[in-house]
């Protein structure tokens, strides 16, 4: 389940709610960037939090789609060469699952 709609996360990526054009393309980082989140922390979010995900891991999802949306070239000018924007992994962890 999506805890995003496009129409939510536009704000946070500086495009306008009435711009269609990227839709497609925003809905598709939204996807990734909460399957990345999920991979990573290792828990099923979905289940463990039915209604709506930890505020630090939702704005960890936005900082990751915007950081996809705005670098969408396999490399792009200042040699970002991170897969998530800095911060992120910090935030998350205090949701992740170590695993014994």
Do not use: C
Not at 69 to 89: A, C, L, Q, Y
């Amino acid at each position: 389940m999506t805890q995003f709609l496009v129409a939510d996360i536009k704000p946070h990526l500086s495009v306008p709610k009435d711009d269609t054009d990227n839709d497609g393309i925003i809905q598709g980082f939204i996807a990734a960037a909460e399957a990345w989140v999920v991979v990573y922390l290792r828990r099923d979010l979905d289940t463990e939090f039915p209604n709506r995900w930890p505020e630090p891991v939702r704005h960890a999802v936005q900082m990751i789609v915007a950081l996809w949306f705005h670098n969408r070239e396999g490399v792009s000018e200042g040699g970002m060469t991170s897969e998530v924007p800095f911060g992120v992994k910090d935030m998350l962890a205090p949701f992740r699952d170590m695993g014994a």
